[in-house]
């Protein structure tokens, strides 16, 4: 299983950015999807995560209303829109899958990890 994530960068505060995650090696229809970010010396954050058929969506507080999860299934590939982006959305991005249909919020859960995506956002 491969989960190659992109989109990451630099870019200032109230800015925005698109990641990207393509997924390949598991049946991409069967599993739910996740973004979880971290900062060096600190522990996982859920971010995000999206059901299988992507009729169930869930968000941190702390970027609901700010961020989006999108999957496209033809594709492979889940996506998480990132709007109004703030100094303390810096992080790597990370994208996962879990091999469920049914979504999950624990970090600890998912089954496979991409390599992660860098994301800083200046003040």
């Known amino acids: 299983v491969q989960l190659q994530a992109s989109g990451g960068g630099l870019v200032q505060a109230g800015g925005s950015l698109r990641l990207s995650c393509v997924a390949s090696g598991l049946t991409f229809s069967d599993d739910s999807m996740g973004w979880i970010r971290q900062v060096p010396g600190k522990e996982r954050e859920f971010v995000a995560a999206?059901?299988?058929?992507?009729?169930?969506?869930q968000y941190a507080d702390s970027v609901k209303g700010r961020f989006t999860i999108s999957r496209d299934n033809a594709k492979n590939t889940v996506y998480l829109q990132m709007n109004s982006l703030k100094p303390e959305d810096t992080a790597v991005y990370y994208c996962?899958?879990?091999?469920?249909?049914?979504?999950?919020?624990?970090?600890?859960?998912?089954?496979?990890w991409g390599q992660g995506t860098l994301v800083t956002v200046s003040s």
């Open positions: 999206i059901s299988s058929s992507g009729s169930s969506t």
């Open positions: 996962a899958a879990y091999g469920r249909r049914w979504l999950t919020t624990q970090p600890n859960a998912y089954d496979y």
